[in-house]
Structures are given as structure tokens and as C-alpha cells.
């Protein structure tokens, strides 16, 4: 279970906590609110990733807690 937080995610610059069951559902979760289909997770710090779609950061992610 991974417990993780959106930081001004997407267009509508959401932010809420999330708990999904594994990696794959965490990028399914943040696609959810990405308008673009190619967009990454890139590693800012050891619990911090970049959402990056082009040249443009549109949010974080930030993980609380991994089990």
C-alpha cells in the first residue's frame, strides 16, 4: 500500500492524499488528472517526484508512506 500526496496536480491543481496498492495504480491515479498522454515521474528527492509533461512540471507527488 502506498500512501501519497498530490502537490498542485494537473490543469485544476489538485491536492489530496491518495492510497493505492502499488506503483502501477499510483500512475494510473495521477494520469487520471493529466491532460497530456506523455507525461513522466521524475525524482526530485528521496520522497518527492516531478511530474513532467514536455518541458513543463504540472504537479508532485510526494510519498508518505510505503508498505
Known amino acids: 500500500m502506498i500512501t501519497a500526496q498530490f502537490i498542485e ?28 498522454k506523455g507525461w513522466d515521474m521524475e525524482q526530485i528527492s528521496d520522497d518527492e517526484y516531478a511530474i513532467v509533461s514536455g518541458w513543463n512540471t504540472v504537479g508532485k507527488v510526494k510519498i508518505l508512506s510505503a508498505e
Open 9 to 36: 496536480l494537473g490543469r485544476n491543481k489538485v491536492n489530496k492524499t491518495v492510497k493505492v496498492k502499488d506503483a502501477n495504480a499510483l500512475h494510473k491515479e495521477v494520469g487520471k488528472h493529466i491532460l497530456a
